[in-house]
């Protein structure tokens, strides 16, 4: 699906667009909110200050996303690839990322206040200065994560969750999934 017919149906007043094929797609500053793009394609899309709040992305691919300062504010990203995107400052709050693949993902100075992020796996994530505050991390993996800053209070997770973490940064090897953590 291109760009623009995506744009078109949205204005008028579509919103089912499962399963599209967005990979690369420039969607910068939109709104699609409320819009259900469950397992759509939208991998290396710059989703850039766009307003996503209350967006169904679950099973999307989202893999090497640009989702600067995008608002996903209630948005159900539950069995979402979010590997290796850059999420920084986006607003998380409310949303459901319950089985998200978050491997090497750039949450610095997200809000992901109240979200669930039961079983995720946020390992080798920075995850600097994001708040986590009243968030549900029940068996979400932290190993290697980057969590110098970030506020955990009254977040629902376990000591041993926060012994698996690093605690220090790490930087990108290869555009794949993997990352490596300095040390």
């Not at 500053?29 to 394609?41: F, T």
């Not at 990322?97 to 109240?114: I, M």
């Not at 080798?124 to 110098?148: E, Y």
């Amino acid at each position: 699906m291109k760009t623009q017919e995506l744009l078109n149906r949205y204005a008028a007043r579509e919103v089912d667009f499962r399963e599209a094929n967005l990979a690369d797609a420039i969607l910068n500053s939109v709104n699609l909110s409320r819009a259900d793009l469950s397992r759509a394609d939208l991998s290396r899309a710059d989703l850039s200050g766009a307003d996503l709040s209350g967006t169904c992305f679950q099973e999307a691919n989202l893999t090497n996303a640009d989702m600067v300062g995008a608002d996903l504010t209630g948005a159900n990203l539950t069995e979402v690839n979010l590997i290796a995107s850059d999420l920084t400052g986006a607003n998380l709050s409310g949303a459901d990322l319950s089985g998200a693949d978050l491997r090497c993902a750039n949450l610095h100075q997200a809000n992901l206040t109240g979200a669930n992020l039961t079983n995720a796996d946020i390992s080798g994530a920075d995850m600097s200065g994001a708040s986590l505050k009243d968030a549900v991390l029940n068996g979400t993996s932290l190993s290697g994560a980057d969590l110098i800053g970030a506020d955990f209070n009254t977040a629902n997770l376990t000591e041993s969750q926060m012994k698996e973490s690093q605690g220090i940064s790490h930087h990108w090897v290869s555009w794949n999934g993997s990352c490596t953590i300095d040390k």
